[in-house]
């Protein structure tokens, strides 16, 4: 098993610029999130999905869409990007309502 | 909005030293989680705790769920060089239908020397 994996590992946008940064799981779980890491702010959650067809926002939903149309995928799009979102983005995938959270590696974005 | 609050923020100890880091709310969790992170890597869990005045033990890391469920402490006893990175400790909902949503600490970043 790859277990959770992230593209890309770094990326250079600048102000208005769109993209997505991708996420996959190959262990079939039914939850997958998406995470900001700001310096002295912990993790902060972006959006979830509970199964494929299903998203909710969560904390800083602002500025990101999500959707998920298969189990395995679970995409984060930036409209339009801005210096604010220059962060650390992580993905996670867990077993419906079972403790484990499983982190990808990251995505390093810088908004100039 | 449930919080979570990690202290220190930072802690810089000689290896062999003892250390605890505390993760307090106002609100109640159904658990918290401990999380470790690396340089360059996504957070890995280290424990789950449950039940109010629980305690789990790790080697050489032990964990404590605040009877209230409301804050949570990590102590580790005679710390090693291995034990450097950023601490994270994350609470799960009350709430079922929240499913596996986490609320996050702001992390303590634990340094430890030889």
Redesign the interface.
Known sequence: NAG?TQTPKFQVLKTGQSMTLQCAQDMNHE?M?W?RQDP??????IH?S?GAGITDQ??VPNGYNVSRSTTEDFPLRLLSAAPSQTSVY?C?S?L??????Y????TRLLVL | TQLLEQSPQFLSIQEGENLTVYCNSSSVFSSLQWYRQEPGEGPVLLVTVVTGGEVKKLKRLTFQFGDARKDSSLHITAAQPGDTGLYLCAGESIFKAAGNKLTFGGGTRVLVKP
């Open positions: 959770v939850y999130s995470y002295g702010m912990g993790l902060r959650l979830y509970v969560g904390e992580f996670a867990a419906w309502h079972q403790e484990t959270q982190f990808g590696p990251g």
